[in-house]
């Protein structure tokens, strides 16, 4: 018995959205197994499969990712309140930094995305890995003005600055992938 030409039609039509659904979730998957902090990574990059359906999309997400989180800690460090001098300029130093992070992770998508095959393929991406790590300075700098802070603020920026230095961390792991893809 042979079935009919629309159902056949039907059921490709089916496995087909559903294997195009399911390749860039696979793409998190297997970009993020070897990240830094693939749990993060997976976490953070997830919802962003749909938008991220090649290496190069998926490592411009993670410095999305990174530059919300980056503006989010900013602006959780602008509401604390320093008890003295001392942490009160660490506070407004931290602030700088993240905002240097910040413009330095915009440079990098902006790197990113335009980045194409070619000639001077190697070039554009050696600023974008410059560039994040740059940013991942910035921010190891921020938290190295709280050594001598009191406990809990020190305590409250670096929870707020380690969530970003790992999402930035996993961008630049997975901008160092685009070598070998080629983007």
């Known amino acids: 018995m042979a079935l009919p030409f629309s ?14 659904s399911k390749a860039p979730k696979d793409l998190v998957h297997a970009s993020c197994a070897h990240a830094s902090y693939p749990n993060v990574c997976l976490r953070t990059l997830s919802s962003y499969s749909g938008q991220a359906n090649s290496l190069r999309g998926l490592a411009q997400a993670a410095v999305k990712v990174s530059i919300s989180r980056s503006h989010k800690a900013s602006s959780f460090l602008a509401r604390l309140k320093g008890h003295n001098k001392r942490e009160r300029g660490a506070l407004g130093d931290c602030i700088q930094q993240m905002s240097e992070s910040v413009y330095e992770l915009t440079k990098t998508l902006s790197e990113l995305q335009n980045l194409r095959q070619g000639s001077e393929f190697k070039w554009h991406l050696s600023n974008a890995e410059t560039w994040v790590s740059a ?36 961008a630049l792991y997975l901008i160092n992938r685009l070598d070998g893809s080629r983007g």
């Open 7 to 20: 159902f056949l039609l039907s059921l490709f039509v089916l496995l087909l959205s559903s294997t195009a």
């Open 135 to 170: 940013a991942l300075t910035y921010e190891d700098t921020c938290l190295d003005g709280f050594r001598e802070i009191d406990a809990q603020v020190r305590s409250d920026v670096k929870r707020a600055i380690t969530n970003v230095a790992k999402v930035t961390s996993n």
